[in-house]
């Protein structure tokens, strides 16, 4: 079946602007996560879902960052008023439940100019 | 705090060799979860293995065999004879008992490549 996706594949934008990164779990999976990724480093969590709710969104970095969830299905993950520091690539992974094995998406790489 | 430690960052290795990726987890929970992920080059995290804190027998599949011991808190990674597909990064990562944060906490990865 389908897995994870992912829109846009790569986004540049200029510094102070609004970006929206989307994530399309795979079909019946109720949960979901966002991670970033800077260059050569490990994935940092940002937030997760489960169902429409947000349980968690501790590793948001800043009051910048928001996600939202609908239908139980997609999910953006807006950045406003973008920094360079935001430049990374993001990752959305899905889980049938929170306690299962989460399966990520391609990502979208942002780069801010 | 969880915290994944992946003492190497890049390996360089010539086909059919064997490699072990290290990986040191720490946790104060009794149960959790760790896992392996692989990263190519073409940039999606690939599902490798799942393993809860209550089986530390070890797994073999294919040519890939994982060692698991809560002794040294250690979840070490072999690749047996090693081909060039295997090039990527390989990710070990730690998540805490259902009911706990559901975040997968990551070590910061090994680049492993493999050289024909």
């Known amino acids: 079946g389908a897995g994870v996706s992912q829109s846009p594949s790569n986004k540049v934008t200029e510094k102070g602007k609004d970006v929206e990164l989307r994530c399309d779990p795979i079909?019946?999976?109720?949960?979901l996560y966002w991670y970033r990724q800077r260059l050569g480093q490990g994935l940092e969590f940002l937030i997760y879902?489960?169902?429409?709710?947000?349980?968690?969104k501790s590793g948001l970095p800043s009051d910048r960052f928001s996600a939202e969830r609908t239908g139980e299905s997609v999910s953006t993950l807006t950045i406003q008023r973008t920094q360079q520091e935001d430049s990374a690539v993001y990752l959305c992974?899905?889980?049938?439940?929170?306690?299962?094995?989460?399966?990520f998406g391609p990502g979208t790489r942002l780069t801010v100019l | 705090a969880q915290k994944v430690t992946q003492a190497q960052t890049e390996i360089s290795v010539v086909e059919k060799e064997d490699v072990t990726l290290d990986c040191v987890y720490e946790?104060?929970?009794?149960?959790?979860?760790l896992f392996w992920y692989k990263q190519p080059p073409s940039g999606e995290l690939v599902f490798l293995i799942r393993r809860n804190s209550f089986d530390e027998q070890n797994e073999i599949s294919g040519r890939y065999s994982w060692n698991f011991q809560k002794s040294t808190s250690s979840f070490n990674f072999t690749i047996t004879a090693s081909q060039v597909v295997d090039s990527a990064v390989y990710f070990c990562a730690l998540s805490e008992a259902p009911g706990g944060s559901e975040k997968l906490v990551f070590g910061k990865g090994m680049k492993l490549t493999v050289n024909p």
């Open positions: 079909s019946g999976h109720t949960a």
């Open positions: 946790t104060r929970d009794t149960t959790y979860y």
């Open positions: 879902f489960q169902g429409n709710s947000a349980p968690d």
């Open positions: 992974a899905s889980s049938l439940a929170t306690t299962d094995t989460q399966y």
